[in-house]
């Protein structure tokens, strides 16, 4: 596992951000909301929340752990 870049998935739903990432842009969406809704991804735990909105910011799929007080 590479220790920078460790969070890739969503756990709960076991799906990967750059399989979610696939979904929303043949979607066209742009929300967080749309991708739970759809998938699930975000709506247990919550805990990749704020890596699904980084992944639709910026369209990466890999992440560094974000602390908790930077997330958003
Ligand atoms: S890790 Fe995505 S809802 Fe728990």
């Known amino acids: ?3 920078e870049r460790p969070v890739r998935a969503c756990m709960c739903t076991s799906l990967t951000f750059r399989v979610i990432l696939g979904v929303a ?3 066209g969406y742009t ?3 749309q991708l739970t809704e759809l998938l699930g991804c975000g709506g247990s735990c ?3 929340m ?7 910011e910026t369209g990466e799929t890999e992440f ?3 602390p908790r ?3 958003r």
Do not use: S
């Open 69 to 71: 007080t930077d997330a």
């Open 46 to 48: 919550g805990l990749c």
């Open 50 to 56: 704020p890596y699904l909105q980084r992944m639709l």
């Open 64 to 66: 560094a752990v974000i």
């Open 1 to 3: 596992m590479d220790d």
């Open 25 to 27: 842009r043949d979607r």
């Open 31 to 33: 929300k967080v909301e």
